[in-house]
């Protein structure tokens, strides 16, 4: 019963915290589906990464936050309907409501077969153009254990790298989630490997007693 009621307790908190919560609240009354769009909103707008015309992929989409925010960015008058100036492509292991303009496919990025099918769509909606920017939210359902956990974490990382590698125009940009701990530095220097310039950010709208952070990374090195 102790266990019971400790649970509720902390459920309550979250829940509390999640109502209060001004990027929750700003989330609703922009029409984003989370309040993580704040968090590549505060991202693009210290990089300056996106804007209209771009080709954008958009790796661990759902619930399609992110997404929503750079159709936004793509959009001439910044609008979440109409006229949208470049490509989008998004890409969850789980199903995500449809976005205007936005393409999605619904796989494991891990997969091969999956993999085959997002680089189909690419050259399908690129037309011979490379990817502008990359963009991942992408994270494993965690088990609690660190060291599983983190060769989780740097697997998706590491996949995502490998496709920017391939797909990234020379000047453009890939964002990924990570989080601290064990492997991070790790990280830090694969991204030091390809990219010219490495920037590590914690948007404010990412929670305190969250290790998450981005890692952004800029401008391929020649291979």
């Keep these: 019963m102790k266990i019971k ?25 922009d029409g984003y589906r989370a309040r993580a769009a ?5 991202i693009d707008e210290t990089f300056k990464l996106l804007k209209p015309g771009q080709f954008v992929v958009d790796l661990g989409s759902t619930p399609g936050a992110w997404s929503q925010y750079v159709r936004r960015r793509l959009s001439p008058d910044g609008a979440a309907t109409g006229t949208l100036n470049g490509h989008i492509v998004a890409l969850d292991l789980l199903p995500m409501a449809p976005i205007e303009g936005v393409h ?3 796989g494991d ?9 997002l680089q189909s769509k690419l050259e399908a909606v690129q037309t011979g153009r490379k990817v502008d920017i990359v963009v991942s939210d992408m994270a494993p359902n965690l088990s609690g254990i660190a060291s599983a956990d983190g060769a989780r974490v740097a697997h998706l990382i590491e996949l995502a790298v490998d496709f920017s590698i391939h797909h990234l ?3 453009g940009a890939l964002v990924v989630k990570l989080f601290h701990g064990s492997g991070y530095d790790d990280l830090v220097a694969l991204f030091r490997a390809h990219f010219k310039v490495v920037k590590p950010i914690k948007p404010k709208s990412s929670r305190d007693k969250s290790s998450e952070t981005f890692l952004v990374g800029m401008g391929l090195k020649p291979t």
């Design 38 to 42: 704040y968090k590549l909103k505060e």
């Design 169 to 171: 125009k020379a000047d």
């Design 109 to 117: 990025f891990r997969e091969d077969a999956v993999l085959a099918e």
């Design 104 to 106: 999605f496919i619904q």
């Design 5 to 29: 009621t400790k649970s509720k307790k902390v459920n309550k908190a979250w829940l509390n915290d999640h109502v209060y919560d001004p990027y929750v609240q700003a989330a609703q009354k």
